[in-house]
């Protein structure tokens, strides 16, 4: 089976940039981003027998990804997390000063205020370019489900980028 993983590996690879593209986006760290991708990644090789071929590898891999991710989440609901103070001053945003940026920093902040279940399917199919029966696959719901909260994310986005967001809130 030594030529088949190779094989494999290979075909995995093409996803990587699209894998670490969401798990940025999704996690707002770079470095705990890297270390998702790289945890599903070795998972997808590891199980590389699970994978039936001819079906969407990239679906599956997100797939891996999300569910990584939904485990990571559970786990940190449960343990309490500290910030150090002297650490606080690396999460203060500095205004930008130009245009393109602050509309920049403001879809960043839209989407940070956004339900965790919106901001995945907006990330998904906007950023990703996954067909709603694709991430109805990766994130285990009903392709109407992912229609309705990507028009809700869109809307809720809109609304905060016009100034009348009073429906977004922060979300931990």
């Given at each position: 089976m030594g030529g088949g993983v190779t094989?494999?590996?290979?075909?995995?690879?093409?996803?990587?940039?699209p894998l670490r593209?969401?798990?940025?986006?999704?996690?707002?760290?770079?470095?705990?981003?890297?270390?998702?991708?790289?945890?599903a990644l070795?998972?997808?090789?590891?199980?590389s027998d699970r994978f039936q071929p001819g079906t969407n590898l990239r679906a599956w891999l997100f797939t891996i990804l999300h569910n990584l991710h939904a485990n990571h989440v559970r786990r940190k609901v449960t343990a309490p997390t500290v910030t150090p103070v002297g650490d606080?001053?690396?999460?203060?945003?500095t205004p930008a000063g130009q245009d393109d940026h602050m509309e920049?920093?403001?879809m960043a902040r839209g989407l940070a205020l956004l339900p965790p279940e919106q901001r995945?399917?907006?990330?998904?199919?906007?950023?990703?370019?996954l067909r709603y029966e694709e991430v109805a696959t990766v994130l285990g719901i009903p392709v109407g489900t992912v229609m309705s909260r990507l028009s809700r994310a869109r809307e809720a986005l809109r609304q905060h980028l016009a100034g009348e967001a009073p429906r977004l809130r922060r979300v931990k």
């Open positions: 094989e494999f590996g290979a075909e995995i690879e093409q996803h990587i940039g593209r969401y798990a940025r986006a999704l996690l707002r760290d770079r470095t705990d981003a890297d270390d998702l991708v790289q945890d070795a998972r997808a090789l590891s199980r606080a001053a690396l999460h203060v945003a920049l920093r403001d995945q399917v907006l990330l998904l199919v906007a950023l990703e370019g």
